[in-house]
């Protein structure tokens, strides 16, 4: 088999990539081991973040590094064997989060941000994708005052950005979630993003749009990309198939490929879990809700109330460990009543993540006809389609929507 664009990895940044790609002429086969959306695209929140405008950083706070040390919290735990391979990382990771480099961090990915809205509007429509989005935002709940307080002024303080939100008191927040815990004192309802009922479903329905739209999808070893001829060239399932480019879109797997070929990108993964649970009696949960002290989310999505973690440190492939997710639970039910487990077993993701906090997007330095899209840490379904439309531009010769210069492959040399 012979195309013009081999794109590896069908999460939603290479099925947005395969769509953007094809829009603009080229001749795209998507290829993965698995079928599409079911990696790390099936198991977020589901949260199209317009509103996250600025990246999460390394916390640098003393008190807050001292209480993570500690291995006790929530929204972050780590495994001690992991942590002195992972201390290269993380402090490349705590230097980036000054306020100098979160504020460059922020500039690069506000132009992003601005845009994951509309660019999955442009995709969901033809793809019959709206009844699994939602309009009508998240929410932050609070069972503190004094936390409460302080995410009031941290809204504030992003006026800039022009972000719309409710800031919402006991009454009203029970108004909107009747469900939650009567220790809840209020919240804020992030208008701006866009939530998502079935985050794997809409990687698919986008999938089949590509291939209604005359794309190929085939099952291959991503990992066996090689260059023969000046040629991109990968086993599949229907034999060999050539290409004179290649994107690299298979986000934790990445650095499969591209230490092979010399490039030192400091790609590392935190894992997150999730599982979900039954609706108790008389109860439903309208919103996504996150408890930002615990650090995960409630979203109601088709398979039921699913309970998201925050972040682990560990090796990518250590077994799944449920102490994390046991901590959420049980700050979980004092938020709101969660019925039994639907799952059998707790489902575990990985997120590629760059220490600067931006994703790498663009050409290979050191090998012409070959491409990368990866490392989009917290945000994959929220950046997938903009980031795929920002990489065909550039491989097309578009003038691109926004400068990509933030994103190149080789910043970190």
Not at 91 to 113: E, N
Not at 343 to 365: K, N, Q
Request: glycine fraction near 10%; include cysteine; charge should be negative.
């Amino acid at each position: 088999m012979h195309c013009q664009t081999l794109v590896l990895g069908a999460g939603i940044v290479g099925v947005s990539t395969a769509l953007h790609l094809q829009a603009r002429g080229r001749n795209v086969v998507l290829l993965d081991r698995q079928a599409p959306g079911n990696g790390t695209s099936h198991g977020n929140a589901g949260l199209i973040e317009r509103a996250s405008v600025i990246p999460y950083s390394f916390p640098r706070d003393i008190s807050k590094l001292l209480r993570y040390g500690l291995n006790q919290q929530s929204d972050v735990r780590y495994s001690l064997k992991h942590l002195p391979k992972a201390a290269g990382w993380l402090l490349q990771y705590w230097q980036h989060s000054s306020p100098k480099g979160l504020a460059a961090a922020t500039r690069a990915m506000l132009p992003l941000v601005q845009r994951c809205v509309v660019e999955h509007d442009e995709l969901a429509t033809p793809a019959g994708m709206g009844a699994l989005i939602q309009g009508d935002g998240w929410v932050e709940a609070f069972n503190d005052e004094a936390a409460f307080a302080k995410a009031r002024h941290d809204a504030e303080g992003l006026a800039e950005y022009q972000l719309n939100y409710r800031v919402l008191d006991r009454q009203q927040m029970h108004a909107l979630e009747p469900g939650l815990h009567s220790d809840i004192v209020g919240g804020l309802h992030w208008l701006d993003p866009k939530t998502v009922s079935d985050p794997g479903g809409l990687t698919r329905g986008y999938a089949e749009l590509f291939q209604q739209r005359g794309g190929t999808f085939v099952l291959g070893d991503a990992l066996s990309l090689c260059q023969h001829n000046g040629q991109w060239q990968v086993d599949s399932e229907q034999g060999v198939i050539c290409a004179e480019e290649a994107v690299i879109a298979l986000g934790p797997q990445a650095p499969a490929l591209f230490e092979p070929l010399g490039y030192r990108i400091p790609l590392a993964i935190k894992r997150g879990y999730h599982m979900h649970y039954a609706a108790l009696p008389g109860t439903h949960l309208h919103h996504p809700v996150l408890d930002p002290i615990g650090g995960y989310v409630l979203a109601p999505m088709v398979g039921g109330i699913r309970l998201t973690t925050g972040i682990e440190f560990a090796d990518s492939d250590d077994p799944l460990n449920e102490i994390q997710l046991r901590r959420c639970e049980a700050l979980a039910r004092r938020f709101y009543p969660l019925g039994e487990r639907l799952d059998a077993e707790p489902w575990l993701g990985r997120r590629p993540c760059l220490p600067d906090m931006c994703p790498v997007i663009g050409p290979a330095p050191e090998h012409p006809g070959l491409w990368f899209n990866f490392g989009h840490a917290h945000h994959g379904l929220t950046l997938g389609p903009v980031c795929g439309r920002l990489l065909a531009e550039m491989m097309t010769g578009a003038t691109p929507f926004t400068d990509p210069t933030p994103y190149r492959a080789d910043r970190f040399q």
